[in-house]
């Protein structure tokens, strides 16, 4: 996986290095923020324009020879598989490489990381940048664009991250808007970039949550991990707004925008849940499609969700693209050991695209339900299943503890239906139990 990991690293950086065409036009709006420390500078970008950078290329020209050089990029998931010296006379030009499978910024500023030489070095007037977007084409305005560089205080994070890159660490603004029967309170009026923030809602009296939302200023919207009555997320390094709505407890049904989910079907409160939680969203704007099969990837990436969507590396499955949006997900949950492939981590493939069955709906969820350190110890007899000779012996423990735990129960018939594909309904009625008898999370807000 490492080896495949590095190669990864280095066909972007090709790609960067070939898709560079010199312009030789300075940028008045981004810039380049450093902070020198002796034979070491920290390094970011800011004053970026909408988008999300995957690649960035950056060429400084240091007055003086140097002999050796590093770079450490920033943040969890940002990799630099080269950083190269070429001497030019009196001076020497510095290229390094910085690439990710999620977006390196956040909103208009992008960390970039830590450039060490063999000795003191200053940086120059002006450096030059080429960005990539997710498809490695040029970021608008931006390819090999020469820009102006400024100190600045910056400073590295605190948590854990690559090995000691840098970030800019500004603190934003939560910004808490008013709201009709209820009110959300935060604990903290201002945060830096990676810092977890609480939100605490208290609807009034015969009311319940409906939607909580919370949307950076350039519009992103950030993930929530679902509480009862407490969510939480990363900042990012923007200031966010925070907007919820309350309503009348009874009428929450009434309010999904679904027409193809009614008071009267049994999946009814489950979507209701999964859909207010985030956890679940529909196939258009009117339609939730319940009996549509659910793919693993999807799964995925709503246990991802649930997580509170955190940083990740490289997936290592051959049939899962950097650029498709379980790629993180798929990766953090093999990280995790909540998924494998068909044939192992290391040469099987993953099968995004399948639909999931039963029993690997349970055994993806008893393995997350582990990894969060929640109880497992619950079992059910199932023995009395007419179908139970078609369970594979992998999924038989987790099968138990589904049915031990109220997580799942028979088809009809006495029937567990082990290997059958898991309807969208099917998944968000195990989800809200998951997350009610297991997590203990979010009772009062379906």
């Not at 200031?239 to 929450?252: R, S």
């Not at 497992?376 to 179908?387: I, M, V």
């Not at 423990?397 to 028979?410: C, D, H, K, Q, R």
């Amino acid at each position: 996986m490492r080896h495949r990991r590095t190669l990864s690293s280095l066909l972007l950086a090709l790609i960067l290095l070939i898709g560079a065409a010199p312009t030789g036009r300075a940028s008045e709006g981004p810039r380049v923020l450093y902070e020198s420390q002796g034979s070491s500078a920290l390094l970011a970008l800011d004053g970026l324009g909408e988008g999300s950078v995957y690649a960035a290329q950056v060429e400084l020209t240091l007055s003086g020879r140097y002999t050796s050089a590093s770079f450490t990029p920033a943040g969890e998931t940002a990799f630099s598989p080269d950083c190269r010296l070429t001497v030019q006379g009196e001076d020497t030009l510095v290229t390094f490489y910085i690439t990710s499978v999620s977006p390196l910024n956040n909103d208009h500023d992008l960390p970039l990381g830590t450039l060490t030489l063999d000795e003191s070095f200053s940086l120059p007037s002006q450096a030059v940048v080429t960005l990539l977007d997710r498809e490695l084409k040029a970021f608008p305005g931006l390819q090999r664009s020469t820009l102006s560089t400024r100190a600045a205080t910056l400073s590295a994070p605190t948590g854990s991250g690559s090995g000691g890159g840098s970030s800019v660490r500004v603190r934003r603004k939560v910004i808490v808007r008013d709201s009709d029967h209820g009110r959300v309170r935060t604990d903290m009026g201002q945060a830096r970039s990676g810092d977890t923030v609480t939100l605490t809602v208290e609807p009034e009296e015969g009311y319940l949550l409906d939607k909580l939302n919370v949307v950076s200023v350039k519009g992103r919207e950030i993930s929530l991990f679902v509480g009862e009555d407490r969510f939480t997320f990363r900042m990012p390094d923007a200031d966010v707004e925070v907007t919820a709505t309350f309503l009348p407890i009874g009428k929450e049904q009434e309010s999904l925008p679904f027409v193809d989910v009614t008071e009267e079907d049994w999946f009814c409160d489950p979507v209701s849940y999964v859909y207010r939680q985030g956890m679940m969203s529909g196939t258009s704007e009117t339609t939730f499609s319940p009996g549509l099969t659910t793919s693993r990837g999807m799964l995925v990436t709503v246990l991802y969700r649930l997580e509170g969507s955190p940083a990740t590396a490289l997936p290592a499955f051959p049939d899962v693209a950097l650029d498709q949006y379980y790629a993180g997900p798929v990766a953090w949950a093999s990280s995790n050991g909540i998924v494998s492939g068909y044939g192992g981590n290391e040469s099987g493939l993953f099968g995004p695209d399948n639909p999931i069955t039963r029993e690997q709906l349970a055994t993806v969820l008893y393995r997350y339900a582990g990894k969060k350190g929640y109880k497992t110890s619950q079992r059910g007899d199932l023995s009395g299943f007419a179908d139970l000779d078609s369970l594979s012996s992998y999924a038989q423990e987790a099968m138990s503890w589904a049915v031990g735990a109220g997580l799942i129960s028979g088809t009809g018939g006495n029937v567990l239906a082990p290997a059958e594909t898991a309807t969208r309904a099917q998944v968000a009625t195990m989800l809200m139990r998951f997350c009610r008898n297991v997590a203990q999370l979010g009772t009062g807000t379906n």
